[in-house]
């Protein structure tokens, strides 16, 4: 048992001190790791949003090749149809925009207006503050696929090289590509770190033409 007043302080003096110095260290630690949870934390959160707008995409560029392949096929010939941008196409594009604004996703302002490539029509939007390139949909009315075995699309719908010995079917192509602004990559270059990732969120669908 201690006695001595004097011992006894000085004995809880070196208790105060060596909380103290523990307290200190604590706080060394916790500001040497904070920048990596940051760094993680918006890792998981930014490519979990990438990955969840990926499959998003995918899903309505589905549905919209659906759509537009469901539709008679003969709005895509002149003089059949006045209108710049036939039924089918245009039924396609309104399943795209619709699904972003059922979603609360900015449409980038797009408009379905332009002149075809062939079978392709193309529109872009960039306006509303959507980030660079903004959205593009691509829908490709006559886009060729071996009955073999379809390979993926490309983004741009545009048909793959097939060999002349193979059975053809017609479909509709449908791509989506959409800007993305990761954050991970300012939280990396604290680090030192210099990283490359994708400006768009990309996807792509076809569905064989019924009509």
């Given amino acids: 048992m201690i006695r001595s007043p004097h011992l006894w302080n000085k004995l809880s003096d070196v208790g105060r001190l060596g909380w103290r110095n523990e307290r200190a260290a604590q706080l060394v630690e916790f500001a040497v790791a904070l920048p990596l949870l940051v760094l993680f934390v918006v890792g998981i959160f930014d490519f979990s949003n990438a990955f969840t707008l990926k499959q998003k995409f995918t899903n309505i560029a589905r549905d919209a090749a659906r759509?537009?392949?469901a539709d008679p096929a003969n709005d895509l010939y002149s003089p059949l149809s006045t209108a710049p941008v036939p039924l089918s196409v245009m039924d396609a594009f309104r399943d795209v925009d619709s699904y972003l604004f059922l979603n609360r996703?900015?449409?980038?302002?797009?408009?379905?207006?332009?002149?075809?490539?062939?079978?392709?029509?193309?529109?872009?939007?960039?306006?509303?503050?959507c980030p660079t390139p903004g959205l593009t949909i691509v829908i490709n009315r006559g886009y060729y696929f071996s009955a073999a075995a379809a390979s993926q699309p490309a983004v741009d719908c545009s048909t793959p090289q097939l060999a002349g010995s193979q059975s053809l079917i017609i479909g509709t192509c449908v791509s989506i590509q959409y800007a993305y602004q990761w954050r991970f990559g300012g939280v990396a270059r604290i680090f030192g770190a210099t990283t490359v990732l994708p400006t768009t969120i990309t996807a792509a669908a076809v569905a064989m033409n019924e009509n």
């Fill in 67 to 69: 759509v537009a392949a």
């Fill in 105 to 129: 996703i900015n449409d980038c302002g797009i408009v379905a207006s332009g002149s075809p490539v062939g079978m392709t029509w193309t529109f872009t939007g960039t306006g509303n503050g």
